[in-house]
């Protein structure tokens, strides 16, 4: 069974540029959440979907960040207008149930760097 | 509010002894707690879960966790460390709440010296 893939693994782009981040779930998983790592701190939530739908986006840091997912699958998540402060890893993770004791299968992360 | 407080930043260790990674929480819910490895350039992995259905967790590569309700503690321990386990590890709490976000702590980075 596949897991969570990401793409791409490493992005470097100027400050103003925009990225889009893709996350490919587990295949059946309708739950799938973004996070993200800046440098030095702590793992954050960004946001969750269930199925096509926004469940749960209160860690969005601002309106640069918009996340879609289009069909229930895949996920994107784009930066637009990127800045410095937005340098760190993003993760994807997934899940099958929303049960809370549901393990949350994450993929190895987009490392981006704004310059 | 719930929050995760790992005591520690680093730890060093020799390889053949024991590991011992704290953490502690802070929820007014029922939490789930899990701890997560995350080896360089990879992705992070579940090493176990507490769901209430017994004190001491068993996890992979011979981990293992108690949670202690009365501590408000989740301490990752394991008997003797190896080369590999030297990685980074998080400890995350959920709530038994509407909402599925897992709170991570701060991390913290075991060094395994030969």
């Known amino acids: 069974e596949a897991g969570v893939t990401q793409f791409p693994s490493h992005s470097v782009i100027e400050k103003g540029q925009t990225v889009t981040l893709r996350c490919d779930p587990i295949?059946?998983?309708?739950?799938l959440y973004w996070y993200r790592r800046v440098m030095g701190k702590e793992i954050k939530f960004l946001l969750h979907?269930?199925?096509?739908?926004?469940?749960?986006e209160s860690g969005m840091p601002n309106n640069r960040f918009l996340a879609e997912r289009t069909g229930g699958t895949y996920s994107t998540l784009k930066v637009q207008p990127a800045e410095l402060e937005d340098s760190g890893v993003y993760f994807c993770?997934?899940?099958?149930?929303?049960?809370?004791?549901?393990?949350?299968?994450f993929g190895p992360g987009t490392r981006l760097l704004v310059l | 509010a719930q929050s995760v407080t790992q005591l520690d930043s680093h730890v060093s260790v020799s390889e053949g002894t024991p590991v011992l990674l704290r953490c502690n929480y802070s929820?007014?819910?029922?939490?789930?707690l899990f701890w997560y490895v995350q080896h360089p350039n990879k992705g992070l992995q579940l090493l176990l879960k507490?769901?209430?259905?017994?004190?001491l967790v068993k996890g992979i590569n011979g981990f293992e966790a108690e949670f202690k309700k009365s501590e408000t503690s989740f301490h990752l321990t394991k008997p003797s460390a190896h080369m590999s386990d030297a990685a980074e590890y998080f400890c995350?709490?959920?709530?038994?709440?509407?909402?599925?976000?897992?709170?991570f702590g701060s991390g913290t980075r075991l060094q395994v010296q030969p």
């Open positions: 507490y769901t209430s259905a017994a004190t």
């Open positions: 979907f269930v199925k096509e739908s926004k469940q749960d």
């Open positions: 295949s059946g998983h309708d739950n």
């Open positions: 995350v709490v959920t709530l038994d709440t509407g909402r599925r976000a897992l709170t």
């Open positions: 929820s007014s819910y029922s939490p789930s």
């Open positions: 993770a997934s899940s099958q149930s929303l049960n809370p004791q549901e393990t949350q299968y």
